[in-house]
């Protein structure tokens, strides 16, 4: 046993936002963190979520024991359909979380075959030579855990996604003590969630926005509209609280809304008031001040319920000059563009919208700032470090809180490590190791094959930056050749007067191209597209430096 390794393997979420997925390895022994998904840039078009490629777990599928899970965050269960398309792997989570992953798996149709084992904090599940033991952690959704992972060489404390709320709404403190016992007795290894570093200081607690959701209450005379995250269970209950105080009835308006309040409530993680709801087709009969709507979409998703009410277009919800909408959720970056379109149109409907930063505050952080991680450095004392979670630039800077720690307590290394880098760990010490294969898988989930391969996304964005161009030929299939000059078809390649010119000419290079073949060549198409496309690629991008998709098309008559 003494000569195996312990390998850190991060699969995505390093180096990069979402994805998270973390194998950890000893010997031949598996176990995997998280398996997230993101959503993709801009210049993705057409993809609808982006994963890790899991093709490490698949090559070694024999060897994973399970997949353990922090919470129930896209970014940390939204690609474990995908994984388990590949490999079969028990789930291990809380009550809340295997919830929203049952409900994800419903809609891959693989629930039936999926074997998933519930745990709560406190809880110890071994697979292999890994103990696991769960400890609660405070974020911005329920039944957060992390991981103390105990291994032949040491114990891992991996945090999960967190912030040390000393004042939760449920009551359930963080477990500071668990992490403080496992400090003293020792830490091999520490990886901590590295998202909010660069902010000083604390993150405020939950319980800071409920004056600001108050004013809001006493405030608004009209329809109180409030967009926050489905995932928000904390600050939905204390909507619903305050509706009650305020004497309004709340509706619940959105797919993903519906769906998590219903989750939360069945496993008692959320107090509804009895008579307080509202059914979506009573929501325009009751009087706006007495209406409380919650509506999922904050960040302008485009067919998110909040956007189609930005545009008129909801079934159940109409704005109307003097409602209120409160966005209580940050602007993610890369959204800002999506969610001010969206306020505009609220805006031009006549409602009052309140959003961003302010005191007191709409929306609060459910990730740990400096002072909170420090804390955690401290409390744990782990003889290696590897931040996690985050851009290059935030683990750069959650490595530089960790310096302290090297003279005081023991930290022998930090390590800096981006998906696919993997850490060695031995008795003699830890180092980089060889990097594995890793990279991200694009899903269309409206395509027949739901994997976009790379080729495809390039033809789509060469489409949208240069447009395309259609030659069709029509040749005599006795005589060899043309049937009059070629027609040209195009879109968005040029505008119909820019191009009648060069089409005009583009029609002469083909007809040329087709006379000077030989009679063989013009009797195999598959040549005679290739030299046709060559030809009108050289002469397009001279005439007018653009470089359009050109697919000849030959019609035999």
């Known amino acids: 046993m003494s000569d195996k390794k312990l390998q850190i393997i991060p699969l995505g979420g390093l180096g990069e936002f979402g994805m998270n997925s973390m194998a950890i390895r000893y010997g031949d022994d598996i176990i995997v963190v998280d398996a997230g998904m993101m959503f993709p840039d801009d210049e993705l078009l057409g ?11 698949e090559q070694n599928a024999s060897k994973v024991r399970g997949l353990v899970l922090t919470h129930g965050h896209e ?3 939204g690609g474990i359909p995908f994984l388990l398309g590949q490999v079969q792997v028990p789930i291990y989570g809380t009550a809340f979380t295997l919830a929203l992953v049952e409900r994800r798996l419903e809609e891959h149709e693989m629930l039936n075959d999926a074997v998933l084992h519930t745990v709560k904090p406190g809880d110890k599940v071994v697979l292999g030579p890994f103990s696991i033991e769960f400890i609660h952690v405070t974020h911005s959704t329920v039944s957060c855990v992390a991981l103390a992972i105990t291994t032949p060489l040491g114990v891992i404390i991996h945090t999960g996604d967190f912030k040390v709320d000393p004042t939760p709404t449920d009551n359930l403190l963080f477990d500071l003590h668990t992490f403080a016992e496992y400090g003293k007795r020792g830490v091999l290894l520490l990886l901590s969630d590295s998202t909010n570093v660069d902010r000083p200081g604390y993150t405020e607690s939950e319980r800071a926005v409920r004056p600001r959701l ?3 209450f006493v405030r608004s005379d009209r329809r109180l509209i409030i967009s926050c995250f489905s995932s928000s269970i904390h600050r939905l209950q204390q909507i619903l609280d305050l509706a009650k105080e305020h004497g309004r009835k709340v509706a619940f308006r959105g797919r993903s809304m519906n769906t998590t309040t219903e989750i939360a409530h069945d496993l008692g993680l959320l107090t509804i008031p009895n008579g307080i709801l509202l059914r979506p087709q009573d929501i325009m009969q009751t009087a706006p001040s007495k209406l409380a709507v919650v509506v999922s979409g904050t960040q302008g998703e485009p ?9 008129d277009n909801h079934k159940s919800l109409t704005i109307q000059p003097g409602d209120t909408v409160a966005l209580s959720a940050r602007i993610i970056p890369g959204n800002e563009k999506a969610i001010y379109r969206m306020m505009n149109h609220l805006a031009r409907r006549g409602a009052d919208i309140v959003y961003g930063s302010m005191n007191p ?8 700032c400096a002072e909170e991680l420090r804390l955690i450095l401290n409390l744990v004392r782990p003889r290696f470090f590897v931040p996690v979670h985050g851009e290059y630039r935030q683990l750069a800077r959650h490595a530089q809180l960790a310096q302290h720690l090297s003279h005081s307590s023991g930290l022998e290394a930090t390590f800096l490590m981006e998906s696919g880098d993997t850490l060695e760990i031995d008795r003699e010490g ?4 060889e990097q594995v294969a890793v990279g991200r898988v694009c899903i269309d989930s409206g395509s027949l094959d739901e994997v976009v391969e790379d080729i495809v996304i390039r033809d789509r964005r060469h489409l949208s930056e240069d447009g395309f161009v259609l030659p069709i030929i029509a040749i005599n299939k006795h005589t060899g050749r043309s049937e009059g000059l070629p027609e040209i078809v195009s879109r968005g390649f040029m505008s119909l007067e820019e191009s009648a010119t060069v089409i005009q000419d583009a029609r002469l290079v083909v007809m040329k191209t087709l006379d000077n073949s030989t009679t063989e060549e013009r009797g195999d198409w598959g040549v005679m597209q290739e030299k046709i496309r060559g030809d009108l690629k050289r002469f397009l991008t001279k005439q007018t430096s653009r470089r359009p998709l050109i697919m000849p098309v030959i019609l035999e008559v």
């Open 361 to 368: 505050p709409l929306h609060v952080s459910g990730h740990g």
């Open 75 to 77: 970014d940390h269960i």
């Open 303 to 311: 067919m998110s319920a909040l956007s189609r009410v930005a545009v």
């Open 47 to 57: 993809v609808d979520i982006v994963t890790p490629d899991f093709t490490y777990l």
């Open 430 to 433: 830890a180092r980089k190791g």
């Open 214 to 216: 108050e004013d809001l």
